[in-house]
């Protein structure tokens, strides 16, 4: 049985080396190419800090994250959910950055990706179709996925188009809760990442990707 887990995460801002924090983590799962419907991970996080301008990406506001848990309240639930999986990601480092930043402040050695695969989606589309925008509303437009509901960038509603995506670009027929024809099986390479390794295993942007990446929040 393969297992997938589509994550996104919403956060105060760009480096949590400047002491951004995560705000929001959502997760779908996928089983055997079918998006399954009553497992999903969805969390609102306390940051210790104001969410500043990142409001206007996800309207998430300080009022709303008064008293939700912390990071550290919820990691175990969390870490529990993504055990062993394959993690889908839309630019894997930025995620797994704050994620694994967050486990770091709480003192633990592990990586997220020390315990799960990790497939960049971004990765796998500029593989497919070099050049141009690889961004999440460029691939709904690409792939005629509805993507109305998201006037505002939130993470589960995000992992759940970047499911439906995924599964549209690596091939197949499918519908939201896998009703459909999936004989078409995708040929995307995925390897483990060593836990020994002090990089993620992910293919990073070049500069050129890394200005476009500046400006990410302006046209994804």
Same mark, same amino acid.
């Given at each position: &049985?393969?297992? =997938?887990?589509?994550?996104?995460?919403?956060?105060?801002?760009?480096?949590?080396?400047?002491?951004h924090?995560?705000?929001?983590?959502?997760?779908?799962?996928?089983?055997?190419?079918?998006?399954?419907?009553?497992?999903?991970? %969805? $969390?609102?996080?306390?940051?210790?800090?104001?969410?500043?301008?990142?409001?206007?990406?996800?309207?998430i506001?300080?009022? !709303?994250?008064?008293?939700?848990?912390? !990071?550290e309240e919820? *990691?175990e639930?969390f870490?529990?959910?993504?055990? @062993?999986a394959?993690?889908?990601?839309?630019? *894997?480092?930025?995620?797994l950055?704050?994620?694994? %930043?967050?486990?770091? =402040? &709480?003192?633990?050695?592990?990586?997220?990706?020390?315990?799960?695969?990790?497939?960049?989606?971004?990765?796998?589309?500029?593989k497919?179709?070099? @050049?141009? &925008?690889?961004? =999440?509303?460029?691939l709904?437009?690409?792939f005629e996925?509805? *993507?109305?509901?998201?006037?505002? %960038?939130g993470?589960?509603?995000?992992?759940?188009?970047? /499911?439906?995506?995924? =599964?549209?670009?690596?091939?197949?027929? !499918?519908?939201? !809760?896998?009703?459909?024809?999936?004989?078409?099986?995708s040929s995307?390479?995925?390897?483990?990442?060593?836990?020994?390794? /002090? $990089?993620?295993?992910?293919?990073?942007?070049?500069?050129?990707?890394?200005?476009?990446?500046?400006?990410?929040?302006? %046209?994804s």
């Open positions: &049985m393969e297992r =997938l887990i589509v994550l996104d995460t919403e956060t105060t801002g760009i480096e949590p080396s400047e002491g924090r995560i705000i929001e983590i959502g997760c779908t799962e996928i089983i055997n190419r079918e998006i399954t419907k009553d497992n999903e991970y %969805h $969390q609102y996080i306390q940051p210790d800090r104001l969410v500043g301008d990142s409001e206007r990406i996800h309207g506001k300080d009022t !709303f994250l008064k008293g939700k848990p912390k !990071f919820i *990691a639930e870490l529990d959910y993504i055990e @062993g394959t993690l889908v990601i839309h630019n *894997a480092p930025f995620d950055g704050f994620l694994n %930043h967050e486990l770091k =402040l &709480m003192g633990a050695e592990q990586r997220i990706e020390d315990n799960c695969t990790i497939i960049d989606s971004l990765e796998v589309s500029k497919q179709r070099p @050049g141009g &925008m690889h961004n =999440l509303d460029t709904c437009r690409r996925i509805d *993507a109305s509901e998201r006037t505002v %960038h993470a589960l509603l995000d992992a759940k188009i970047l /499911a439906q995506v995924y =599964l549209a670009m690596t091939g197949g027929q !499918f519908n939201l !809760f896998g009703e459909g024809d999936d004989t078409q099986k995307v390479s995925i390897s483990k990442v060593d836990s020994n390794r /002090a $990089q993620i295993k992910v293919i990073f942007a070049n500069e050129a990707e890394l200005k476009e990446h500046d400006t990410y929040f302006e %046209h």
